[in-house]
Nanobody
Framework: QVQLVESGGGLVQAGGSLRLSCAAS????????MAWFRQAPGKEREIVAA????????SYADSVNGRFTIARDNAKNTVSLQMNSLQPEDTSVYYC??????????????????WGQGTQVTVSS
């Protein structure tokens, strides 16, 4: 059974940092493109960042580029999202997602078949 389990969310003040982690099991992790999405109340789910199977290629939403860093460890079946300079508009539920066929530039949520349960990130002003 495929499982993606996120951790690391929480409450942080504006300007602070958080690191999200996603542990994958039940899938051939090293052939999966992995991504982080987020969804705020009343808004659509949006891509935050994605990383290629080997980890050499990454893509970021314009809103987080330069502040967030996605990384993966194929030996440990984990993907992480380091979030720096957090702002109140970054407040969302963050989801880990993966798909073996999506390229690292795939931005639509429909392109990813496997999802975690989400972790809440709240940034106070």
């Amino acid at each position: 059974q495929v499982q993606l389990v996120e951790s690391g969310g929480g409450l942080v003040q504006a300007g602070g940092s958080l690191r999200l982690s996603c542990a994958a099991s039940g899938l051939p992790f090293n052939i999966y493109t992995m991504a982080w999405f987020r969804q705020a109340p009343g808004k659509e789910r949006e891509i935050v960042a994605a990383i290629s199977r080997g980890g050499a290629q990454t893509s970021y939403a314009d809103s987080v580029n330069g502040r967030f860093t996605i990384a993966r460890d194929n030996a440990k079946n984990t993907v992480s999202l380091q979030m720096n300079s957090l702002q109140p508009e970054d407040t969302s539920v963050y989801y880990c997602a993966g798909d073996p066929a999506a390229g690292f530039r795939a931005v639509a949520a429909s392109r990813y078949r496997n999802w975690g349960q989400g972790t809440q990130v709240t940034v106070s002003s």
